[in-house]
């Protein structure tokens, strides 16, 4: 099973690519480091084709006043490159905080 982690090179992604490698699985890193990159889209879908779970814990590069629009564009992004690459939305984990809208 190929799994990729989304922000996989970082502090929580690292560990846990690690952590998943160590149990014998597939985990592919996915960030700016192996030249993914989820705000611009940049080789998204190409590391996310063949992968039958993605799991995101990507985090914003600054946490300013920009950090709202870097998880709205990811927030699109991630989910719209996994139907192009053909994984499947149910298999897909978000461990970044997320923007959400409620109503009633």
Known sequence: MKIIVVGGTGLIGSKLVARLL?????????????????????????ALEGAQVVVDVSKAPAWDEAVLDFFQTTAHLVPDAETFAGASPATTTHASPRPCSRTG
């Open 22 to 46: 160590e149990a014998g699985r597939d985990a592919v890193p996915a960030s700016p480091d192996t030249g993914v990159d989820t705000y611009t889209g940049n080789a998204l879908v190409q």
